[in-house]
Nanobody
Framework: QVLLVESGGGVVQAGGSLRLSCTAS????????VAWFRQAPGKEREFVSC???????YYADSAKGRFTIAKDNAKNTVFLQMNSLKPEDTAIYYC?????????????????WGQGTQVTVSS
């Protein structure tokens, strides 16, 4: 059974930072593309960032320059460092992985999902 577990969410003031973690069990992430998506109330799930099998990274325009994604194969974990947080970053953040190791920004292309972690940025 594949399990992705996110952690690191919380409440932070605007301008602050959080680091999200996504740890997998039952599956090695080294060959996967792993992405972070987020979903705010009343909105569709949207792409945030992805790291592919070769550690190439991809970001949504809203995340560029503020967020950094990284994969630690030894820990079977993907991190999302989020700096300069804004109230509009408030959402549930989900980690997802796909067997095909290439980038995709479409949540439909990801087979495995975590339960999500809440990020709240206060103004």
């Amino acid at each position: 059974q594949v399990l992705l577990v996110e952690s690191g969410g919380g409440v932070v003031q605007a301008g602050g930072s959080l680091r999200l973690s996504c740890t997998a069990s039952g599956r090695a992430l080294s060959g996967d593309a792993v992405a972070w998506f987020r979903q705010a109330p009343g909105k569709e799930r949207e792409f945030v960032s992805c790291v592919d099998w070769n550690s190439r990274t991809y970001y949504a325009d809203s995340a560029k320059g503020r967020f950094t994604i990284a994969k630690d194969n030894a820990k079977n974990t993907v991190f999302l460092q989020m700096n300069s947080l804004k109230p509009e970053d408030t959402a549930i953040y989900y980690c997802a992985s796909r067997d095909r190791g290439y980038y995709s920004g479409d949540p439909k292309n990801y087979e495995f999902w975590g339960q999500g972690t809440q990020v709240t940025v206060s103004s």
